[in-house]
């Protein structure tokens, strides 16, 4: 026969988990409040939050994008090395591209036509 594995625990464990569950959700709000407040503080640029406690911060110029990333513990704010830049999707820069002018009337003759 295959016997089911059960796990045990006691009452103590329990109420341990359950307070410390309770305590996470009550203070999860004012921690992001205060971690968004403090990056920003840190950086100067508004961050969004990723996950609980890593936050990212995007710079923008005309031409790149910079994403940061940021974690936050009860007010100390630590840059992560991870970042990434790429290029603008919709640059303020306005690009001139040339346009190749074909002209669909033959010449002339006898303005210095080419055939001999």
């Known amino acids: 026969m295959i016997s089911r594995i059960r796990f045990r625990y006691s009452l103590r464990s329990a109420v341990s988990i359950l307070t410390l569950a309770c305590v996470i959700a009550g203070t999860r709000h004012n921690c992001r409040h205060r971690a968004t407040e403090d990056v920003e503080a840190a ?12 936050l990212r911060t ?6 790149t994008v910079r994403r940061t990333f940021h974690v936050w513990c009860f007010g100390a704010v630590i ?3 991870f970042r990434s ?5 919709n640059p303020f820069i306005i690009t001139v591209q040339p346009r190749i002018i074909i002209d669909s009337e033959p010449p002339l003759e006898g ?4 055939e001999k």
């Open 111 to 114: 303005l210095g036509s080419f």
């Open 58 to 63: 995007i710079t923008r110029d005309n031409v």
């Open 85 to 89: 830049e790429y290029p603008e999707p």
């Open 79 to 81: 840059d992560l090395p």
């Open 43 to 54: 950086t100067g640029w508004p961050p969004s939050v990723v996950a609980p406690s890593l």
